[in-house]
Each structure stands twice: as C-alpha cells, then as structure tokens.
C-alpha cells in the first residue's frame, strides 16, 4: 500500500500503517529525505518494517547536445507535469502562494487562458481541459524554466543519472515515467539510463 499525498504528516501517517508513499512530479532530494525519516521514524515507533517502497511519477526529457533545458520538445515533454502543478495552483490559492514570482503569473495567465477564477463553480471543467495530455504548443509559455527542473527529469545523460542516483539516496525506490511526446522513444531512453 502506499499513501498519495506529499508532507510529513502524510510521510507519518504511511509510517505508522506500513505504507510506502507516492508524489507527482516531487523531484526535491531534501523533500524526500525528510518524507523517508518520518516515514521511517513512525514505521518503527509503530512496530513496522522500517522500509516500504515510495514512488515519484515525472517526465523525462534527454536533451541533445547543446539543447536549452527550457526548449520546446523539453517543456513538450514534462509540460503536463508543469500543467498538473498550475492547475492544482490555480485551483487552490493557498498552495499557489508557496510559488515563486514567475510560477504564480503563470497560474494567474493559465486562469485568464481559461477564461475563470480560482473561485468560479466552473472551474474544474476550464482548468482541466487536456489533463496530463501533451500541452498545447500555446501553453508552452506557462512552463517558466524553474518548472522543468523542479519537476520533470530534464538534463544531459550524466546529469539525470546523478539525479536519479542522489533520488534513490533520499529515499526514491521507484520512478514511474509518463510519456507524452514519443512514447517509444522516451522510454528506450528511459531504460538506458
């Protein structure tokens, strides 16, 4: 069993029923370290193995040499991620608060594309529209550089298995990619990494 929620109070609560936990485009070492200590930490106060499998669902884009990290086939690739982020934002005010500058106007253009508020009854119906489908090519503006590293695995072949490696150290056990763009393609760089 695992736990989809992201926080340490959720981390704990795994902890204390034996469970792993699972986030959607959670990418920060530091976030999953702390999730895996008190998972851990609650695991054992409660009597349970101190080990059960967590899981990140993400992107992967490799880029070609000399390809910018923000490129178009880069925020075609992990732009639904991003998307998923802005919606859940856009839908949710407070959480949107805890954004930087950039990622807050993109929530706040997302919700003028879309034609609603943050508080209008219609909302999911307009903010949801494509929901982790490819993006629109229109909408690759949304995903600010500081989305595709904070939330798709996006970089060099070197990079990304550095980036997996400190992952597994913070307490990753398992990646699951979401292809959008080229599924085959994706995945074959996906297993060769």
Excluded: C
Excluded at 149 to 157: A, Q, S
């Amino acid at each position: 069993f695992v736990v989809a929620a992201f926080g340490l109070k959720a981390a704990e609560i795994a902890g204390r029923r034996g469970a792993g936990t699972i986030s959607f485009g959670l990418l920060d070492p530091d976030a999953w370290s702390a999730f895996t200590t008190a998972r851990e930490t609650a695991a054992r106060h409660a009597g349970h193995e101190q080990r059960a499998d967590s899981y990140v669902m993400t992107s992967l884009h490799v880029l070609d040499d000399g390809e910018a990290r923000d490129s178009d086939l880069s925020r075609d690739s992990m732009g639904h991620v991003a998307m998923a982020l802005l919606t859940f934002a856009a839908d949710n005010p407070s959480f949107a608060e805890s954004l930087t500058e950039a990622e807050r106007d993109a929530v706040r253009r997302l919700l003028d594309r879309r034609g609603t508020t943050a508080t209008a009854d219609d909302r999911h119906l307009r903010l949801y529209t494509n929901y982790l489908g490819r993006i629109f090519a229109e909408d690759r503006d949304l995903v600010v550089p500081s989305l595709v590293d904070k939330l798709g695995l996006v970089g060099t072949r070197d990079e990304l298995t550095q980036r997996i490696a400190t992952l597994e150290k913070s307490g990753i056990d398992e990646i699951v990619i979401q292809p959008v763009v080229d599924p085959q393609r994706e995945m074959t760089e996906w297993a060769g990494l």
